[in-house]
T-cell receptor, first 112, second 116 residues
Framework: EAGVVQSPRYKIIEKKQPVAFWCNPI?????LYWYLQNLGQGPELLIR????????DSQLPKDRFSAERLKGVDSTLKIQPAELGDSAVYLC??????????FGPGTRLLVL | QKEVEQNSGPLSVPEGAIASLNCTYS??????FFWYRQYSGKSPELIMS????GDKEDGRFTAQLNKASQYVSLLIRDSQPSDSATYLC????????????????FGKGTHLIIQP
């Protein structure tokens, strides 16, 4: 069974530029999460989807961050414009039923 | 605000010894507890889950939960160099759920070093 797929794995951009991350969940997993992980910290939830519906986006900085999950499968997370402080690892995790979350490899973002 | 506290370490343990990792949480309503292992540059990987008070053993790993004290621990027996990683404690308010209404709340992690 394939795991959670994320792309790109690494991204370097200049500040004020836009950037987008993509996540493909494990087949059949209806719940999808985006987490932010800073160096030396644990992951912090940004947004949770149940199928195509964003059911918890209270931690998503909506002035510059946006996310979508069209058709309840793949999801994209976008930052526009990016700031220096956005440099971090962006993790996607998915869950099916009562199973626990499985994390993708993450996208490492560096904003210069 | 829900908080999960861990000693960041590093915790250095000789090979073959028992490594003991500790975690406390602030939300008394937490029902599900998890330990994730994260190697440097990699994503978190689930190694243990525990939902009721007491001990749960899986191979060389034992998770211990004490809800009255709001305390979770992870013991690694016969520690191996390959156990060297950061161990993240995570909690959730929903029972038997790896991510309920709020997703998982993670601690900052404890960096474990197993010395050969």
């Amino acid at each position: 069974e394939a795991g959670v797929v994320q792309s790109p794995r690494y991204k370097i951009i200049e500040k004020k530029q836009p950037v987008a991350f993509w996540c493909n969940p494990i087949s059949g997993h209806n719940t999808l999460y985006w987490y932010l992980q800073n160096l030396g910290q644990g992951p912090e939830l940004l947004i949770r989807y149940e199928n195509e519906e964003a059911v918890d986006d209270s931690q998503l900085p909506k002035d510059r961050f946006s996310a979508e999950r069209l058709k309840g499968v793949d999801s994209t997370l976008k930052i526009q414009p990016a700031e220096l402080g956005d440099s971090a690892v962006y993790l996607c995790a998915t869950k099916g039923g009562i199973e626990t979350q499985y994390f993708g490899p993450g996208t490492r973002l560096l904003v210069l | 605000q829900k908080e999960v506290e861990q000693n960041s370490g590093p915790l250095s343990v000789p090979e073959g010894a028992i490594a003991s990792l500790n975690c406390t949480y602030s939300d008394r309503g937490s029902q599900s507890f998890f330990w994730y292992r994260q190697y440097s540059g990699k994503s978190p990987e689930l190694i243990m889950s525990i939902y009721s008070n007491g001990d749960k053993e899986d191979g060389r790993f034992t998770a211990q939960l004490n809800k009255a004290s709001q305390y979770v621990s992870l013991l690694i027996r016969d520690s191996q160099p390959s156990d060297s990683a950061t161990y993240l404690c995570a909690v959730n308010p929903d029972l038997y759920s790896g991510g309920g209404a709020d997703g998982l709340t993670f601690g900052k992690g404890t960096h474990l070093i197993i010395q050969p």
